[in-house]
């Protein structure tokens, strides 16, 4: 065999323990009868479809003609309805020209973005447990990652300032926190913002907010309304960087579209590294994108209503487990309980799976404090959660 080696950022990489468990639940589901599929609550993603007038509209998209190549930036008219939603949501004016680039999803977005920002050898802080492609997109630019557990107190995640503080050095570059956040469903609280903000701009980094699930959030004075985006604390010249996506709140997952806001320099940037990664969004799904934006709020309401009663009854039959503790999402579609003497969550889940072919995401998945809890995604059915809590609930007390 040549002796001619992969990289060694990309062998640095750890397999997802999430997609681990996924891959195992496919091929058990591939030899499996239809009525007896795994119930999979391991991933991210909501089981309602994408709705017909979005779909409807990329179908008349490619009608039109939209199946060529676009700005590297998206399809002006997209990045124009995103400074519109801003404006009318969040009441942030943006010059879509220079403060918006279009991305081939969230993901993308995080990866783009964190390429503008780190040089080998450089470090990010990341703020977990969290979704772990942050942090293996910042292994593959050949930078350090630094995890700084968020700490429970009572029923509510917080930040440890005092832990970051003490981890920013001369390579340090970038905070990376998500709010909501994916697995805890915790929510940046307004002081947490203009702390966040403070301490970056003192020690002259960037600030990037994964904000990928702002419209799913319950603690506002109605259903609906959006989490407040850090970009309404934030000022044109700082050094913040949202990263968003259109696959959650109008169920596009599937779709592989999000953005950036930044900085006009960012911006440039990113959309010019978009030509050497994925050229651009595709141009029909940029066209649906917009519709969403335009006819999205009833459909987004709707799913919200289902979504809360989930979360509720899920939390309310977990509350029945004992030493199991559940801390009260604010926002997303996870739960995060925390499971008494559980020590390695990945044998948890898998065991839990092959025996009651309930797919579960192991807390270790998420980085540091996530051991010894589970992320449950209540976005499906319910009579997929009562299922579900019914195996789960056997499978602790045996």
Sequence with gaps: MSQASLASSALAVPYSRIRELGELAMRMDAAAGENDKVLRLYFGESNIPTPEFIKNAARKAMADGFTFY?????????????????????GVALDYADRIVITTSGVQALNVALRCLLNPGDEAIVLTPAWPNGSSI???????????????????????????????????????YTSPSNPLGWVASSQDQDRLLELTRRHNLWLMADEVYERLYYGGARLGEPVPTILTKASPGDAVIVVQSFSKTWCMTGWRVGWIVSRPDLCEKAAQLNEFIVSHAPSFAQRAAETALLCGEQPLREMLVRLKENRDFCIAELAKLPGVTVPRPEGAFYLFPKIDGLADSFDFCKRLLLETKLGLAPGVAFGAGGEGSVRICYAAERPILEKAMERLRRFLQS
């Design 138 to 176: 910042i292994t593959m630019a050949n930078a350090a990652v630094r995890q700084i557990a968020q700490p429970l107190a009572g029923d509510r995640y917080g930040i440890d300032f005092d832990a970051i503080e003490d981890a920013i050095n001369e390579r340090t570059r970038v905070i990376l």
């Design 70 to 90: 676009t700005e590297n930036a998206g399809l002006p008219s997209t990045r124009q309805a995103l400074a519109r939603y801003y404006e009318e949501i969040h």
